[in-house]
């Protein structure tokens, strides 16, 4: 019996990581782990890799749930042990000291610098939420699921709608998240001035401000449509040839294999200590 759920091609700022390397770094690209998150992704071995947290994911992640926390009570940012409560909430003291100490780190920067302080937030992430319903779009006449989960929007003074993404570690900021941020923007947020902007927590650095204009619109919907639709394409070639998936996602193998998940099953993998890049 075929299943009633049809396929259709879909489209995110980690698909668009996954399918092009950030400039400078072509060399470090490999087809094959997109391959493995896009194609292989219920295979239990690959399932399993996949669902298994790094240490900076878990860090990322208790990050921007130590911001929600914060402004879910205000009143923490004026307490003296407000950075102490927090923790409690996030159990820090049951996790791994080196990830409870980055933490903790984290939370006494913002606390002391919560820049979102007086801020007229219209979303806010806990980090622990379930992958949201895609916006259904239009590219290039053919119809996308869009995903595009924003850590924090909020509205400046002067009406304009402000994307935030919150980093930590010694990741760099990749500006096309911030354009994935600001083509869904003119879809949830019709006939408003919108901008995007990226803020590491530890390092409390800020990005420069991040604006799109139509025209640039345009040739986004153009990258977009192409890499949903090439992902398609490969899923159906996989599906009719499964023993050609490394012709299909290409191995690149290098040093780049410390930094993915996918070294303890992929036999074109050159072993290195398995750590992973911060997010």
Request: aromatic share 10%.
């Amino acid at each position: 019996m075929l299943s009633s759920t049809r396929y259709r091609p879909y489209f995110s700022y980690k698909l668009w990581a996954d399918s092009e390397p950030a400039y400078g770094l072509e060399s470090f690209h490999c087809e094959m782990k997109r391959g493995f998150r896009r194609i292989r992704n219920q295979e239990p071995l690959v399932k399993a890799l996949i669902d298994t947290d790094s240490n900076a994911q878990v860090i990322g992640h208790l990050a921007q749930r130590g911001v929600f926390e914060f402004h879910a009570d205000p009143q923490l940012l004026d307490r003296s042990d407000g950075v102490e409560l927090v923790a409690d909430l996030l159990q820090l003291q049951q996790l791994d000291p080196e990830i409870a100490e980055r933490v903790t780190l984290i939370l006494e920067r913002y606390h002391a610098q919560p820049i979102l302080r007086g801020k007229q937030i219209l979303i806010l992430e806990r980090g622990d939420e379930k992958l949201p319903k895609p916006l259904l779009l239009k590219l290039q006449r053919k119809q996308v699921n869009f995903f595009a989960v924003m850590d924090c929007v909020y509205i400046e003074p002067d009406g304009t709608i402000h994307i935030l993404d919150f980093k930590t570690g010694k990741s760099k900021f990749d500006e096309r998240q911030a354009y994935t941020y600001l083509f869904a923007a003119q879809h949830l947020y019709p006939g408003q001035p919108v901008v995007a902007s990226f803020y590491n927590l530890e390092s409390q650095k800020r990005s420069r401000v991040i604006r799109t204009s139509p025209v640039q619109l345009q040739r986004l919907e153009i990258i977009f449509a192409k890499i949903a639709q090439q992902l398609a394409e490969n899923s159906n070639h996989h599906r009719n040839n499964p023993a050609a998936f490394n012709l299909i996602f290409q191995p690149n193998p290098g040093i780049q294999c410390q930094h993915c998940p996918f070294p303890s099953i992929c036999d074109y993998a050159e072993h290195h200590d398995n750590t992973h890049p911060e997010d």
